[in-house]
């Protein structure tokens, strides 16, 4: 199954990717993981895409293009993958759209998940992130037993910089410019489905595998 999760910061994709991996048992790949673990770690790459990063705008197409591409040709995503915030421009969906095609293969299924942006933003805001495992909390709808301790590994929670509200407002208003014209650009594919974000996790979750069921 190769599904592309399509919808605004912090509407709940990373969220759905995980229990997507568990029922399906194929890679999550999140270019902004992926970008966060290169700043971290101080590669080529980190250097180029933390401005970008911190100022809540997009790293340019051809670093991440460049990620997906590497990455998609790893044997584990043979059976099918989960993008999750790739892509986020059409230039990039023209890029996978023939990544995919020199590899013999195409999407099965774009989600495309809203919600209102009251939800969004509150989301945002309290999301928290554990700094060892990655797990992600919410302070209010997901909190954790302890305060700012993660259930599973005992690691410490962190807010991203880019969770806090000047980047906030800035990713919205990029999302708005750059990555909801895909919406059309899916559509036009017969690839769209859309999923309504702001009922629970398990109430968005049953409607995702409904519609990736229905397709098969
Ligand atoms: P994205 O990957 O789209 O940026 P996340 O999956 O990280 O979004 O979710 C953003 C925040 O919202 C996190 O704190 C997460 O715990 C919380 N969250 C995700 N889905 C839901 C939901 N359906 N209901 C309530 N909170 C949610
Ligand atoms: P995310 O974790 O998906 O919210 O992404 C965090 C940040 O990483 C974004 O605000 C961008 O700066 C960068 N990023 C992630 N994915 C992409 C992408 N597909 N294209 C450009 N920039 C990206």
Redesign the pocket.
Known sequence: MRIVLLGP?GVGKGTQAAKLVERYGIPHI????A?REAVQKGTEIGLKAKS??ER????PDEV?IGIIRERLAQPDCEKGFILD?????VN?AEALDDILRSMGTDLDAVLYITAPDHVIVERLSGRRICRRCGRVYHLITMPPKKDGICDVCGGELYQRE?DRPEAITK?LQVYREQTAPLVDYYRGKGKLAEIDGSKSVDEVFSQIVGALEGKR
């Open positions: 910061p999140s270019t902004g993981d970008l970008y990063m809540g705008v997009l790293v991440v915030g790739f892509p986020r421009t990039q880019d990713r």
